[in-house]
T-cell receptor
Framework: AQSVTQLGSHVSVSEGALVLLRCNYSSSVPPYLFWYVQYPNQGLQLLLK??????LVKGINGFEAEFKKSETSFHLTKPSAHMSDAAEYFC????????????FGKGTHLIIQP | GAGVSQTPSNKVTEKGKYVELRCDPISGHTALYWYRQSLGQGPEFLIYFQGTGAADDSGLPNDRFFAVRPEGSVSTLKIQRTERGDSAVYLC?????????????FGPGTRLTVL
């Protein structure tokens, strides 16, 4: 079985500041990890994914995430926040084999202060 | 090209009624997934199809929920004897194939409200 924990249901940062959204996972097999973003009244959009090719993964809109097996973490970062980054962010895990459905965390609402 | 579409966008029904939610995947995508997102929660996996067959329905909460994909394209999620606890946003996603490397593309969802 696999699970995802996102620390902080709400994160507030100033425009131009570093964004850090935390995700820890548990998986009985090597995981595939994903970050999705959900803008108001829109569908989920893939930001980036880890599939074991490289531990530092770059995604769209300047986001990146680092897979740390020893910490079972896959935190999402962005060096400088923009107002347009305000959205709900979800971390998700898919086991390496077998079932194909994603297991999502509860989400983190990112608030950007002007 | 067109993305995943879901109809209706909103559905209000009364407790005990039957509802059908429709999903049109991206053309050519063989895999189709249903998720349910309750208020303040992340999406919860319900079922996925590879072609016409349900490859994994382990997430369906009980036998009131059923989904079909008769021709390997459009899918319908059916809920019998709806309960207030079924109120949620139902999300559909599709991917070119199954497997870890295949991105799931999500539709905008159907918001179901059971009164």
């Amino acid at each position: 079985a696999q699970s995802v924990t996102q620390l902080g249901s709400h994160v507030s940062v100033s425009e131009g500041a570093l964004v850090l959204l935390r995700c820890n996972y548990s998986s009985s097999v090597p995981p595939y990890l994903f970050w999705y973003v959900q803008y108001p009244n829109q569908g989920l959009q893939l930001l980036l994914k880890y599939t074991s090719a490289a531990t530092l993964v770059k995604g769209i809109n300047g986001f990146e995430a680092e897979f740390k097996k020893s910490e079972t973490s896959f935190h999402l970062t962005k060096p400088s926040a923009h107002m347009s980054d305000a959205a709900e962010y979800f971390c998700a895990v898919r086991p390496g084999g077998g079932a194909d459905g994603l297991t999502f965390g509860k989400g983190t609402h990112l608030i950007i202060q002007p | 090209g067109a993305g995943v579409s879901q109809t209706p966008s909103n559905k209000v029904t009364e407790k005990g009624k039957y509802v059908e939610l429709r999903c049109d995947p991206i053309s050519g995508h063989t895999a189709l997934y249903w998720y349910r997102q309750s208020l303040g929660q992340g999406p919860e996996f319900l079922i996925y199809f590879q072609g016409t067959g349900a490859a994994d329905d382990s997430g369906l909460p009980n036998d009131r929920f059923f989904a079909v994909r008769p021709e390997g394209s459009v899918s319908t999620l059916k809920i019998q004897r709806t309960e207030r606890g079924d109120s949620a946003v139902y999300l559909c996603a599709s991917s070119l194939n199954t497997g870890a490397f295949n991105e799931q593309f999500f539709g905008p969802g159907t918001r179901l409200t059971v009164l």
